[in-house]
């Protein structure tokens, strides 16, 4: 059996490269909705954080999720965040 080729991601924070799956990605779409992806198969820009405030806090300290989606991200997707991570 051939091992499969797992997706690694760096997180915003921390900037730490893990695993794709133990992320929380947040993405901007062509329409410039900007949302949390539960399933991280969303077309559009993606940006990922992993699921630990400190993570968060680092991220939204720095507005790196606002560099990384090139884009002024609304308050209250860093407010449905954070309510998610605590």
Same mark, same amino acid.
């Given at each position: 059996m051939r091992k499969r080729k797992v997706p690694k991601r760096m997180c915003i924070g921390c900037q730490e490269m893990k695993a794709k799956k133990e992320f929380i990605r947040v993405v901007k779409t062509q329409e410039e909705d900007i949302f949390i992806d539960p399933t991280g198969k969303q077309p559009g820009r993606g940006a990922y954080i992993c699921p630990e405030l400190e993570c968060f806090k680092k991220a939204y300290?720095?507005?790196? $999720?606002?560099?990384? $989606?090139?884009?002024?991200?609304? #308050?209250?997707?860093?407010?449905?965040? #954070?309510?998610?991570?605590?």
């Open positions: 300290k720095s507005k790196r $999720l606002d560099k990384a $989606l090139k884009t002024a991200v609304p #308050e209250d997707v860093y407010q449905i965040l #954070e309510d998610r991570l605590k």
